[in-house]
């Protein structure tokens, strides 16, 4: 598949659907600063039609309701995703009329359709508009004519992703369709024909790049404390999910929910991404057995899978492939299978309308894979946009008040719940009511209500439709959630996190963890990718409690850059399956793939077996934070029952200036004479110098060195604090027990090994250069521990992600009885002077006499 063409091209779409769109409203009288007079009949002296008058005031309501740029922005993405989709079903010859287009048999930008015109058979296509376009030789109307007519023949078999023309939509579609040059032009031209025949792959990434300046622009404007609107919540975290990865999820969730209750060689061997249980002691075994029967009465049109936060649909397709792969094994008929799927089997759910529309696409072009009368049959998934209710008229929920006051108290619970849905998406707990009654009274009422009436209760059904959604339990919850940190949401969304998901309120993977699980039936199985922080972080480690009381079956340990889109360290993920269920010592298998640095390089890893381990989580528990550290082996464990650091030192994070700019300097920006290195408050020196050795973290380096920086620390910090009053800057101190004492310091951030240094007396430190002190144990023994390999290993399961914070360091496991190992405090001694002495060879060291080499 060539992604730099798919790249290239969506950008680009984006850019210029919004500018042709914006192009047609202005054409209407419509444009950033307006829009005149909504109920006008004339436009530049053009008469318009009924049709088009209707139109316009359409618009402009919208306009009103949203503003200008994200209406222009709407019917942009609404032309891109039809534009895709008849491409894709041209491409595929699923056109129910069999005639491309976009192309012709070579692949050429012209369209067939054209060509075809006079033995066309289109339901609602007027012969006598065709012939007058002909007549007049308007081959640019005539082709606008037949592609809205294509749309809105797809209209009852996609409803979905053509919506009934006659709005505004088809209004604003872009001028100068056929030229080679035109946003069609561009999309048959630039990617290849071969590419469209993997709707996941080629409608995933064409999602995930449209977004692309859309995702920028909204990092930029939070760099400016501009929160992440709902509107931009999916472009900020939209992540097209690794397609090995998305097979292990589902294969290990729903394939093990079959499996386990109907044991087949032949559906096992086709998954190469499962993963066998670990194995376990007999009385786990018994256990397991038990949860084995229940399995077995399930039925595969009973099986209830849903994403919550589906995206482009990429997992609910190849859920697809598995319930067909289980249909199947169970004797039924393909095309009856996928009829059934679609109608009992498969959930999904998103806050961004375009994401919706193509992951119902995506499923609806698997079934017809599958059934060629797919598209024939009024069959419709369970695949919804979340809708608010924020726009409900009381006077509907009246309606449902004439025979049953039950009814009507369930409709409201729903329309007073699901009010804001859009801003806090599936993360909604909404509460169980009689949807079967509700939907039952919706039929009632639709025989006896006005057009007016039978509108509204259009725009309710959907928010019900939702709400029942969100109110049910499945077998199988399987999603890629969006990472993205609460503080960075809206004020509803964090109040909301708060109230509702407050062990793990810190990022929104972390509360989809949570809620995902409340969605998972009893013995169920959730599978997720997430960032792995969850982990390891003291902020998680309620969440943590949470979820190692139930069975962690198995877990794909990714680390950095499982998405190839992603570099760098930043984004640090795990996938993991988690069946609902509690079993004493029950060993999970985990596939620790950290090492590799590529995509590839980890589906290798798994494929090859390398790096697995069986871990009873009930051990996690006993070591401090309860990190999931499953590749830690017994003898390694039974140390956190010795001493700890934090029994022999103490820590802390140092000063806030609360301006650094003004207070701290490189040691050659100032005086030397200025600069104090005498670490006793009586000498005279002290007195009157105004600058102090300040530690403030750097580079790797162990030992010593990193001595860059002083703070201006004259008469006890007088300035730093008279400031802080003035200016309302934040300033923080340690104790004055710890200034200028001996210690050991470390950079809070690391991409590789930790790297601690000793310091001797006469140095303040900064928030960034984490430090530790002691009375009673020698420092140059706490250097030499920290930078042993012993340390790093710990360090690697308390402080696995970028940050090595004090209460991890406090955490390692240490002997009693080693600090006074003469052997160690002279080994410690004699490498602390060799970096020193290595470190002052560097004119940058203010030790600095003369270069070594001269």
């Avoid at 709407?74 to 009329?97: C, H, K």
């Avoid at 589906?603 to 499953?630: C, T």
């Avoid at 380096?701 to 703070?711: E, I």
């Avoid at 309302?728 to 001996?742: A, E, N």
Wanted: with cysteine; aromatic share 12%.
């Amino acid at each position: 598949m060539n992604k730099g063409a798919i790249q290239k091209f969506a950008i680009w779409a984006r850019n210029e659907l919004i500018a042709q769109v914006s192009q047609r409203a202005y054409q209407y009288g419509i444009d950033e600063s307006g829009f005149g007079d909504a109920s006008a009949d004339t436009l530049n002296g053009r008469l318009l039609t009924a049709e088009e008058k209707s139109q316009r005031q359409e618009l402009i309501k919208q306009v009103k309701e949203k503003g200008y740029k994200q209406v222009m922005e709407e019917v942009a993405y609404t032309w891109f995703n039809r534009f895709i989709a008849l491409r894709f079903m041209e491409v595929n010859n699923y056109l129910p009329s069999h005639i491309r287009v976009f192309s012709d048999a070579s692949g050429a930008f012209k369209p067939e359709i054209l060509n075809d015109v006079l033995h066309l058979d289109l339901p609602g296509l007027d012969s006598g508009k065709v012939a007058a376009y002909i007549e007049s030789n308007d081959t640019e109307a005539l082709y606008r004519y037949l592609l809205l007519t294509q749309c809105n023949a797809l209209n009852s078999a996609l409803p979905v992703m053509f919506e009934r023309m006659g709005g505004y939509t088809e209004m604003l579609l872009p001028n100068n369709i056929l030229r080679q040059d035109s946003v069609l032009g561009h999309m048959v031209s630039d990617i290849p024909e071969e590419d469209w025949t993997d709707q996941v792959q080629i409608i995933g990434w064409l999602y995930q790049y449209y977004n692309t300046e859309l995702k920028d622009d909204t990092f930029a404007q939070l760099k400016k404390n501009v929160k992440i609107t709902k509107e931009r919540i999916s472009a900020a975290t939209q992540l097209f999910t690794p397609d090995w990865i998305v097979r292990y999820m589902v294969e290990n969730s729903l394939g093990r929910l079959w499996l386990e209750g109907h044991p087949n060689a032949e559906l096992r061997g086709g998954w190469k991404y499962y993963l066998d249980e670990a194995k376990q002691e007999p009385e786990v075994e018994a256990q397991l057995a038990k949860l084995r029967e229940e399995y077995k009465t399930i039925k595969p049109e009973e099986i209830k899978v849903i994403d919550p936060c589906m995206g482009s649909g990429h997992i609910l397709v190849y859920a697809f492939d598995v319930l067909m792969q289980i249909y199947t094994s169970a004797g039924w008929d393909q095309r009856e299978a996928a009829q059934s799927i679609l109608k009992n089997n498969l959930y999904g759910l998103d806050i961004d309308d375009r994401a919706a529309q193509l992951a119902y696409f995506a499923v609806m072009m698997k079934a017809r894979q599958y059934d060629r009368r797919l598209l024939t049959r009024g069959i419709q998934p369970n695949i919804y946009s979340i809708r608010e209710s924020n726009g409900i008229q009381a006077m509907t929920i009246e309606y449902f008040h004439r025979n049953d006051p039950k009814l009507k108290a369930d409709i409201e619970s729903i329309v007073t719940e699901m009010r804001d849905a859009k801003e806090y998406g599936s993360i909604l707990n909404i509460t169980p009511v009689d949807f079967a009654g509700l939907y039952a009274r919706f039929d009632e009422i639709r025989e006896d209500i006005n057009m007016m009436q039978m509108s509204a209760l259009d725009e309710l059904l959907p928010v019900v439709k939702c709400a029942e959604v969100l109110a049910q339990k499945y077998d199988v919850v399987v999603t890629n959630p969006p990472y993205m940190a609460v503080s960075n949401a809206g004020a509803k969304v964090n109040d909301y996190v708060k109230k509702n998901f407050p062990n793990s309120k810190a990022d929104m993977f972390a509360v989809f963890i949570e809620r995902c699980g409340q969605m998972t039936k009893k013995n169920g199985y959730q599978a997720m990718i997430t960032q792995h922080a969850w982990m390891f972080l003291s902020s998680f480690e309620k969440l943590r409690t949470k979820l190692l009381a139930v069975d962690i079956v198995n877990m794909a340990h990714l680390g950095a850059r499982a998405f190839e889109e992603i570099g760098g360290e930043v984004v640090q993920t795990t996938s993991f399956v988690i069946r609902k269920s509690h079993i004493a010592d029950y060993k999970g298998e985990y596939c620790r793939l950290i090492e590799p640095t590529s995509q590839q390089g980890k589906e290798d890893m798994f494929l090859a077996g390398e790096n697995r381990y069986a871990a009873d989580q009930s051990n996690f528990s006993k070591i401090p934070g309860s990190p999931v550290a499953y590749w830690m082996n017994q003898n390694a464990l039974r140390a956190f029952e010795n001493t700890t650091l934090g029994e022999k030192t103490v820590a802390s994070v140092g000063i806030q200036t609360g301006d650094n700019e003004r207070f701290v300097h490189c040691w050659w920006e100032v005086l030397f004479d200025d600069i104090c290195f005498s670490a006793k408050k009586e000498a005279d020196s002290f007195q009157e110098k105004k600058h102090f050795p300040y530690n403030k973290g750097g580079e790797f380096r162990k030992w010593a060195g990193n001595d860059y920086y002083v703070v201006w620390w004259q008469n006890d910090g007088e300035q730093i604090k008279e400031s802080s009053l003035q200016t309302g800057h934040h300033y923080q101190q340690y104790s004055d027990d710890l200034k200028f004492k001996p210690l050991v310091t470390w950079s809070r951030i690391t991409t590789g090994l930790p790297a601690f240094r000793y310091k001797n007396s006469g140095y303040l430190s900064d928030m960034a250069g984490f430090c530790l002190y002691s009375t009673n144990t020698d420092l140059r023994y706490v250097a030499a521990f920290c930078n042993s390999s012993v340390a790093a290993y710990y360090l690697q399961i308390l402080a696995p992600t970028l940050n090595i914070m004090t209460g991890q360091v406090l955490a390692l496991p240490v002997c009693a009885s080693a600090d006074n190992d003469n052997r160690i405090l002279s080994f410690a001694e004699s490498c602390v002077d060799l970096a020193k002495d290595n470190w002052d060879s560097f004119e940058n060291s203010w030790g600095f006499k003369r270069n070594p080499l001269v």
